[in-house]
């Protein structure tokens, strides 16, 4: 069995640790995951939407517009330490025999840069 490792968590603008949303419940904001196994420093990056229900209400909703939901994270407030701690609920979940039977399992719930790669 391998062992899934969350490697860094990264936004595009500023360091994950440091954001903090304008409006503590409403808000998104798109976050990549450096995802590896324990064994190697190597990693794959992975990606997730974490949004608020006050911001899929205001953005979606009342404009009669459609979000979908797959690569989303949806909590009522922005928590560093809630987002890792769900993220590496879902690595431990995901770590199976294989990288590739891992990845199968990683796909529910992020996207991943080499998804529809065609060689």
């Keep these: 069995m391998i062992n899934l490792e969350l490697k860094a968590i990264n936004l595009y603008d500023c360091a994950f ?9 409403n808000f998104c904001v798109g976050i990549d995951l450096d995802i ?6 190597a990693a794959d990056i992975f990606s ?23 690569g989303m994270m ?18 431990k979940e995901c770590s199976k025999e294989t990288w590739e039977k891992s990845l199968t399992y990683l796909l529910r719930f992020f996207s991943w840069e080499f998804e529809d790669y065609q060689c």
């Design 36 to 41: 590896g196994t324990d064994d190697s420093d």
């Design 74 to 91: 949806i909590m009522n407030e922005f928590n560093h330490s809630v987002i890792k701690s769900e993220i590496e609920k879902i690595l």
């Design 17 to 25: 640790e440091d954001f903090v949303p304008e409006i503590k419940d």
């Design 48 to 70: 997730v939407c974490i949004c608020s229900p006050k911001w899929i209400l205001h953005n979606c909703f009342q404009n009669q517009r459609v979000k979908w939901g797959a």
